[in-house]
């Protein structure tokens, strides 16, 4: 019975690997450089349910998750780990989240390739979400002479971006200000009114739409909103 059960096993893994065009798959090796530390280098620690959507092949369902250091989307078939080919035409839905391999560029014009999660859709941009790690070594106290576990801290950051190019949306009060200084005084007020706290996402993505509110007002051949007089990279 045991593998009459393998077999079946093996069966459905089998059925469900070829759903996926192998290239669209790359091999890869699992990070054990952090095992030892508190936290994850995931996004989430399980693999979920999700979709691969390849612009030219069409949809596929596979189980994902996102590693956050590697920035990789992970596949796992039995004993080998892969990861999704990172291409601009290939997205993948994952809880609800949609992640993008985008060829940013930022301000000065550097490169900021990576994945990205979609935020916000709007006809004269985006906003979108990134997620890095804050890593903090292990540690020897000389005082009590006891050794402080690595640790690992998932960091969310939000990007504003328009035709290619983007801004890191700053998430405090002070910063955001300055970064859209072109209209402080009227933000300013906004925030202070609505009481918007920007470390909720509802709340960043409203006061963006109202600064492309006030931006699409003013009068000149240009509206952009990344063509503010101070900004992030």
Do not use: W
């Not at 996926?20 to 530390?37: G, M």
């Not at 709340?203 to 990344?226: F, M």
């Amino acid at each position: 019975m045991n593998k009459l059960l393998l077999s079946l096993f093996l069966i459905m893994s089998s059925a469900l690997f070829a759903q996926l065009p192998r290239d669209l798959l790359t091999s890869t090796q699992r990070v054990s450089t952090f095992d030892e530390y508190d936290g994850s280098i995931y996004m989430k620690s399980r693999y979920k349910e999700s979709s691969i959507i390849d612009e030219k092949k069409g949809s596929f369902d596979a189980k994902l998750k996102y590693n956050i250091f590697s920035d990789a989307l992970e596949y796992n078939q039995g004993s080998k780990l892969f990861e999704v080919l990172k291409s601009p035409t290939v997205h993948a839905r994952i809880d609800g989240d949609y992640f993008y391999y985008c060829e940013f560029k930022n301000q000065r014009g550097l490169q900021r390739d990576g994945y990205y999660v979609l935020v916000e859709l709007n006809d004269n941009y985006r906003i979108y979400k990134r997620f890095t790690l804050d890593i903090k070594d292990p540690s020897q106290s000389s005082l009590t002479q006891t050794s402080e576990p690595g640790q690992l801290r998932m960091i969310t950051s939000y990007f504003l971006e328009e035709s290619g190019k983007i801004m890191e949306l700053p998430m405090n009060k002070k910063d955001m200000l300055a970064t859209l200084s072109d209209k402080e005084d009227e933000l300013k007020a906004y925030l202070k009114k609505e009481k918007i706290r920007l470390k909720k996402e509802e709340d960043l993505i409203r006061l963006v739409a109202r600064y492309n509110a006030l931006k699409s007002t003013d009068e000149g051949p240009s509206q952009s909103l990344l063509s503010t007089r101070s900004g992030r990279n």
